[in-house]
């Protein structure tokens, strides 16, 4: 019984909207990532990255520093494609399978929040941690620019395949988000997310080019290159034909839309799968 | 502001076609401490993690203070703190972090949170351990902070599934008078366990389920009452082994003393009428035999009886 005297609680202060609490999950999330082990390794490999371009252009120089735009298409294009993959296998691969495997989801599920807040507040903050490792490498390509080219050197090109970048970040999270989704251990949704992304997109790629011979608009890898294509003047051609191989490259209308449509898509299926899982 | 609640209408879940828990109605309300008591299986995981939404009924429908927790999670665990299935918390994070995380995401003014995670890092004994890293915590650390995290808004209702189970007989006991110490805030406590003891240690009221489906729900007395046919049992304890003619003859006499039976030869259980006059009586009357009595207390034997018995008609 309440001890005479003792006011009965009630709830402290009023429950935050669903957005509120989104971003405030998302910002203890990224509190975790920033101090874990996956953080450290991210920046590993976008070191990496970023010494072994460094080291290729002053070893080769040639037509990689004939001009801004070239070095930028082949030297950002090529390299940030390679890392936001890395990034969302190791974010977003076992985003949602670890909050099973790892129990935090157990924790979550007891406070006030809608399961699609526990998605937006995770994948805010996968995207945020993958965004730290774009700017990173973003920064050492921009120091080799400058030594290069000098202060004055930056293209157009750039600000739009930043925003491209972002944009591919945001479908292949949401890609690997989706099949995090599906499974309960995260060992499994990594393999599954890493196998698909490193080799699988581009296997299918190749078997839909060469053997179907159709234009691959339904893959997200058929999408990606844009983000180095859109410092070539002019734009590579459509569809291009030589030694008996058609080869296929997305416009940028075409490759924004691709990339859309699949952050639009998976997130939803994903988000509906998780709204569906119980936590037994 | 209204009473705390929980209740669940036609409350059902299986597995399969494992039927763990059929047409479970039950409505708790006030301020006390519930237990809900069954054995290994009966299905009192599954019942709790339906109030909390974690997963789904197969059948009807739980609320908490009135609101569908299927309908609308939101509002309704925004009353509750919940602690089920020892949960984690990001391990890098420290103790005051994840309270500060729960209060944020609970809406706790900024200005209380200090004032609120101290209080309740206090009461778990935790406050020493506020800034270290949640990772490297024992299992009994990370239960009582669990157990603050369930406490930080200073809820109405609070949800514990076997809070003590898996720790040491030094750590159950700590979670034991944490729970107990709840009871003075005016909040309901519904808590399952296994252990009858327990149960009996802490709450004011019972609910027995097996089999997946609730036996009774009743206060504590009135539960030894119903099944003990109208007497209580107490247990008397002797500094000397007894002569067994003494038990049969001279105690077994004694006004007030309805039955007597020996336990082993420095302990007795005798039926007594359940008033406590009465029953002061019976104390003075055995004291007066100078047979160095040490302890006379009423024993949980009967509803221990009742717990078994009431398990053992489902074989
Ligand atoms: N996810 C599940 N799949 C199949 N059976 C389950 C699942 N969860 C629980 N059960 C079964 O339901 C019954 C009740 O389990 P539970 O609620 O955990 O019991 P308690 O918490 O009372 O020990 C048990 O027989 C258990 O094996
Ligand atoms: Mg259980």
Redesign the pocket.
């Known amino acids: 019984m309440a001890a005479p005297g003792v006011p009965a609680p009630t709830a402290l202060g009023g429950l935050p909207s669903d957005e509120h609490q989104a971003f405030r999950l998302m910002r203890f999330q990224l509190r975790d990532y920033l101090r874990s082990r996956r953080f450290l390794l991210m920046i590993a490999l976008t070191l990496a990255i970023a010494a072994i371009v460094t080291l290729v252009v002053a070893h080769f120089r040639g037509g990689l520093v004939s001009s801004p735009a070239a070095f930028y298409g082949s030297l950002w294009g090529g390299g940030v494609g390679v890392l936001i993959v890395f990034a969302g296998i190791i974010y977003g691969g076992d985003a949602i399978a670890g909050e099973f495997q790892n129990k935090t989801g157990y924790f979550l599920m007891g406070l006030p929040l809608k399961r699609g807040t526990i998605y937006q507040g995770k994948f805010l903050a996968a995207y945020l941690a993958s965004v730290t490792a774009v700017v990173l490498y973003l920064a050492i390509l921009l120091l080799n620019g400058i030594y290069y080219f000098g202060m004055n050197a930056f293209p157009w090109q750039l600000a739009a395949s930043l925003l491209l970048a972002l944009l591919y970040l945001g479908a292949l999270l949401g890609t690997t988000f989706l099949f995090s989704s599906l499974f309960k251990t995260s060992a499994y949704a990594i393999l599954v997310v890493a196998v698909l992304f490193l080799f699988g997109f581009s296997i299918a790629q190749v078997l839909v080019e060469d053997l179907v011979k159709i234009e691959p608009w339904f893959l997200l890898s058929y999408a990606s290159p844009v983000i180095g294509n859109i410092f070539s003047n002019p734009y590579p051609s459509h569809i291009s034909s030589g030694f008996g191989v058609t080869t296929y490259t997305a416009t940028i209308p075409e490759a924004i839309l691709i990339m859309i449509v699949y952050f639009a898509l998976t997130t939803l299926a994903g988000y509906a799968l998780f709204t569906r899982e ?1 936590f ?1 | 502001m209204n009473t705390p609640s929980l209740t669940s209408v036609g409350l059902g ?1 299986s ?2 076609s ?1 039927v ?2 059929q047409g479970l109605d039950l409505k708790v309300e006030g301020a006390k401490c519930v237990g809900f008591l ?12 339906m109030f909390a939404d974690m ?1 789904f009924p197969s059948r009807g429908e739980a609320f908490i203070n009135g609101i569908s927790v299927r309908k609308d999670r939101k509002h309704a665990l925004s009353h509750a703190g919940v602690l089920i299935e020892s949960p984690e918390i990001y391990p890098s994070l420290s103790p005051t972090e994840a309270l500060e995380m729960v209060a944020e995401i609970r809406g706790v003014p900024r200005g209380e949170q200090p004032r609120r995670i101290r209080s309740v890092l206090d009461e778990v004994k935790m406050l020493d351990w506020a800034h270290q890293k949640v990772g490297r915590f024992s299992k009994g650390m990370k239960q009582r902070i669990q157990i603050a995290a369930a406490l930080v808004h200073d809820p109405e209702v609070l949800i514990l ?2 809070p003590s189970t898996g720790l040491d007989p030094r750590g159950m006991a700590e979670v034991r008078a944490i729970v107990r110490e709840q009871r003075k805030h005016g909040r309901l406590i519904f808590m ?1 366990s ?1 252990i009858l003891s327990e149960v009996t240690d802490v709450c004011d009221e019972v609910a027995l ?1 097996d089999r ?1 489906k609730l036996l009774f729900y009743d206060t504590l007395a009135n539960v030894t009452a119903r099944f003990s046919t109208g007497n209580a049992q107490v247990d008397a304890v002797f500094v000397r082994p007894l002569d067994p003619a003494q038990v049969t003859g001279t105690i077994a006499h004694l006004p007030g003393v309805k039955a007597v039976e020996l336990l082993d030869p420095k302990r007795v259980r005798l039926g007594v009428p359940p008033g406590a006059l009465e029953q002061a009586q019976v104390l003075e009357a055995l004291v007066a035999l100078r047979l160095g009595l040490v302890s006379f207390k009423e024993s949980t034997g009967a509803l221990e009886d009742v717990y078994m018995q009431q398990i053992a008609r489902g074989d």
């Open positions: 119980q037994t | 879940k597995f399969g494992f763990a828990v069954g054995p290994n299986g009966a299905g009192k995981t599954t019942t709790l993690k997963i599934d076997e399952s296994h389920i997946g």
